[in-house]
């Protein structure tokens, strides 16, 4: 990569970072693209350069959680492999990402921008079921292969991913918890496995 474009990709994460700060202290409205430049220290036109508007700015930095959410849908269904032990992997991912203060951010600027523009929530909530449907697959091979009890997919895998969000995710969200330490992660992920199977596992 030549140093042109090394700058280029540090300017526009400087931008990023810059909108996320702002997003968060004063919200998607009172936001401008003058004081996002200001903050990363770069000059408005170069802002417009990286992002047209200020929606397109949002819409990256939504991209940025999508991209965090995705990477937690790694497993697979195994018919080798313990039911327990593929959801274990699964509920430990995403209670260890809703932990990331990164990812909490996010959400948290995502979340204040939506509340006024009911046009952003729902296109921010489609985007994100989207995403979380891997373990809706998961539960959908697993019943195929005659190990789960016949439960629409969907309604058990945001029954599950519920339990996770009632402790790891809601409370920071709504009453400025801190993130949950590792061991209130194993416990919140441990205690939805076992109520999942117990209510689902043939």
Same mark, same amino acid.
């Given at each position: 990569?030549?140093?042109?474009?090394?700058?280029?990709?540090?300017?526009?994460?400087?931008?990023?970072?810059?909108?996320?700060?702002?997003?968060?202290?004063?919200?998607?409205?009172?936001?401008?693209?003058?004081?996002?430049?200001?903050?990363?220290?770069?000059?408005?036109?170069?802002?417009?350069?990286?992002?047209?508007?200020?929606?397109?700015?949002?819409?990256?930095?939504?991209?940025?959680?999508?991209?965090?959410?995705?990477?937690?849908?790694?497993?697979?269904?195994?018919?080798?492999? &313990?039911?327990?032990?593929?959801? $274990?992997?699964? +509920?430990?991912?995403?209670? /260890?990402?809703?932990?990331? #203060?990164?990812? !909490?951010?996010?959400?948290?600027?995502?979340?204040?921008?939506?509340?006024?523009?009911?046009?952003?929530?729902?296109?921010?909530?489609?985007?994100?079921?989207?995403?979380?449907?891997?373990?809706?697959?998961?539960?959908?091979?697993?019943?195929?292969?005659?190990?789960?009890?016949?439960?629409?997919?969907?309604?058990?895998?945001?029954?599950?991913?519920?339990?996770?969000?009632?402790?790891?995710?809601? &409370?920071?969200?709504?009453?400025? $918890?801190?993130? +949950?330490?590792?061991?209130? /992660?194993?416990?919140?992920? #441990?205690?939805? !496995?076992?109520?999942?199977?117990?209510?689902?596992?043939?």
């Amino acid at each position: 990569m030549t140093a042109p474009q090394r700058l280029t990709d540090r300017k526009r994460e400087a931008i990023i970072q810059a909108a996320i700060a702002e997003f968060r202290a004063n919200g998607f409205e009172i936001t401008s693209m003058d004081k996002i430049a200001a903050t990363a220290g770069v000059s408005k036109r170069t802002v417009y350069n990286h992002f047209p508007s200020k929606e397109e700015l949002f819409a990256e930095i939504l991209n940025q959680l999508w991209a965090r959410i995705s990477a937690e849908q790694s497993v697979v269904y195994n018919r080798d492999q &313990p039911l327990r032990e593929q959801l $274990r992997q699964m +509920l430990q991912a995403k209670v /260890q990402l809703m932990a990331d #203060e990164n990812f !909490l951010t996010l959400a948290r600027v995502a979340i204040a921008a939506t509340i006024h523009s009911p046009e952003r929530a729902q296109n921010m909530v489609e985007r994100m079921g989207e995403r979380e449907e891997g373990l809706t697959v998961w539960i959908r091979a697993a019943q195929t292969d005659g190990r789960l009890k016949p439960v629409d997919p969907e309604f058990a895998a945001h029954q599950v991913q519920g339990l996770l969000k009632t402790f790891g995710f809601w &409370p920071q969200m709504s009453m400025g $918890r801190a993130a +949950l330490d590792v061991d209130m /992660q194993n416990t919140v992920a #441990e205690s939805a !496995l076992e109520m999942f199977l117990a209510c689902y596992q043939l």
